[in-house]
């Protein structure tokens, strides 16, 4: 089945040179089908490509996804264009009489800001409240993993020494979870970070479970046990070159960076990297939209949070 997305949103032409099957609205409207209903609260700075990265992880699933992007009101990035804003975005304040099946809350560049210095933190955490009775389940990535976890839990997020940047092999340390259906036992996943949460505070919350570390990255998957709540301290959903994007970036700018740990082939920044992550990250979204969303969500989406 096809994701729906905004007509003209630029991610659409990217997708469909990938064979990815996509509809605008109108072809949507002729079909007799209840699509999943999925929020994604964008808070990265470069939202259009974010926005790819999402789309393809959505779009793996036999189910038809419709995709709705989110935007805050008291932060208004300087790296998107305000006509594609408008075009394609929507606030929460348009939101939030509407019900959701799913909804994925981005990372965001401001993790040297305590929580409540962030400008729009007010903004978040009511949008964070506002799930509890208007979405099924939740999907946060990174800094937002770190911010519903503070915010929910009261976990901390540490600083790093330096970085952490670079491709990281995990492994599961919960069996037979949905979430981790069919991983390998040993998988990669890009982390681009400073900071981190320990394992010792999530083990403290009963109402969490950890379900997968790496050696080097720490903890990377956790949910909460009523399954509404996912958080991936890692970007699965990056492109094979988010990561050499970002390097260059950092060390254009004078900045102390490091070459992505496993990224480079012969760790030669002028060799093109391959994404040897992509199999566990379209397997980690089909399964959230499967048995996370689809299968909890009632077919009345009006009825969500009704036994919240």
Same mark, same amino acid.
């Given at each position: 089945?096809p994701?729906?997305?905004?007509?003209?949103l630029?991610?659409?032409?990217i997708?469909?040179?990938?064979?990815?099957?996509?509809?605008d609205?109108?072809?949507?409207?002729?079909q007799d089908?209840?699509?999943?209903?999925?929020a994604?609260?964008?808070l990265?700075?470069l939202?259009e490509?974010?926005?790819?990265q999402?789309?393809r992880m959505l779009?793996?699933?036999p189910l038809?996804?419709?995709?709705?992007?989110v935007?805050? !009101?008291?932060y208004? *990035?300087k790296h998107t264009?305000?006509?594609h804003?408008? %075009?394609?975005?929507?606030?929460?304040s348009? +939101? /939030?009489?509407?019900?959701?099946d799913g909804?994925?809350?981005?990372g965001?560049?401001?993790?040297?800001l305590?929580?409540?210095?962030?400008?729009?933190?007010q903004e978040?955490?009511?949008?964070?409240?506002w799930?509890d009775?208007?979405?099924?389940s939740?999907?946060y990535i990174?800094?937002?993993?770190q911010?519903?976890?503070?915010?929910?839990?009261g976990?901390?997020?540490?600083?790093?020494e330096k970085?952490?940047f670079?491709?990281?092999t995990?492994?599961?340390?919960k069996e037979?979870?949905?979430?981790?259906?069919?991983?390998d036992p040993?998988?990669?996943?890009?982390?681009s970070?400073?900071?981190t949460i320990?394992? !010792?505070?999530?083990a *403290?919350?009963?109402e969490?479970e950890?379900?997968a570390? %790496?050696?080097?990255a720490?903890?990377?998957l +956790? /949910?909460?046990?009523?399954?509404?709540?996912?958080?991936?301290?890692g970007?699965?959903?990056?492109d094979?070159?988010?990561?050499k994007?970002?390097?260059?970036?950092?060390?254009?700018k004078?900045l102390?960076?490091?070459?992505?740990?496993?990224?480079?082939?012969?760790?030669?920044?002028?060799l093109t990297?391959?994404?040897v992550?992509?199999?566990?990250?379209?397997?980690?979204?089909t399964n959230?939209?499967?048995?996370?969303v689809?299968?909890?969500?009632?077919y009345?989406i009006?009825?969500?949070?009704?036994?919240?």
């Amino acid at each position: 089945m096809p994701i729906k997305i905004p007509k003209g949103l630029p991610a659409g032409e990217i997708l469909q040179k990938e064979n990815i099957f996509i509809m605008d609205e109108e072809r949507a409207m002729t079909q007799d089908i209840r699509p999943l209903q999925i929020a994604v609260l964008n808070l990265m700075p470069l939202k259009e490509q974010t926005e790819a990265q999402l789309l393809r992880m959505l779009s793996n699933t036999p189910l038809q996804v419709e995709v709705v992007f989110v935007s805050t !009101e008291t932060y208004v *990035g300087k790296h998107t264009g305000k006509e594609h804003l408008d %075009s394609f975005y929507t606030s929460f304040s348009e +939101i /939030k009489n509407r019900k959701f099946d799913g909804m994925i809350i981005t990372g965001a560049p401001v993790e040297h800001l305590p929580f409540e210095e962030v400008e729009y933190w007010q903004e978040l955490t009511e949008i964070m409240d506002w799930t509890d009775t208007h979405v099924t389940s939740l999907f946060y990535i990174c800094w937002g993993a770190q911010a519903a976890l503070y915010h929910k839990y009261g976990i901390k997020k540490y600083p790093l020494e330096k970085k952490l940047f670079g491709i990281f092999t995990h492994h599961i340390v919960k069996e037979y979870c949905p979430l981790t259906r069919g991983f390998d036992p040993e998988f990669l996943v890009p982390h681009s970070r400073h900071t981190t949460i320990h394992i !010792e505070d999530i083990a *403290g919350v009963a109402e969490l479970e950890l379900l997968a570390i %790496s050696d080097e990255a720490g903890a990377y998957l +956790i /949910k909460s046990k009523d399954n509404r709540h996912v958080f991936a301290t890692g970007h699965s959903e990056y492109d094979a070159l988010t990561l050499k994007q970002e390097y260059d970036r950092d060390k254009s700018k004078g900045l102390p960076i490091e070459l992505p740990k496993n990224y480079f082939p012969e760790n030669n920044p002028y060799l093109t990297p391959k994404s040897v992550w992509a199999s566990h990250a379209n397997l980690l979204y089909t399964n959230w939209l499967n048995y996370y969303v689809y299968q909890k969500t009632p077919y009345d989406i009006e009825k969500i949070g009704e036994m919240a």
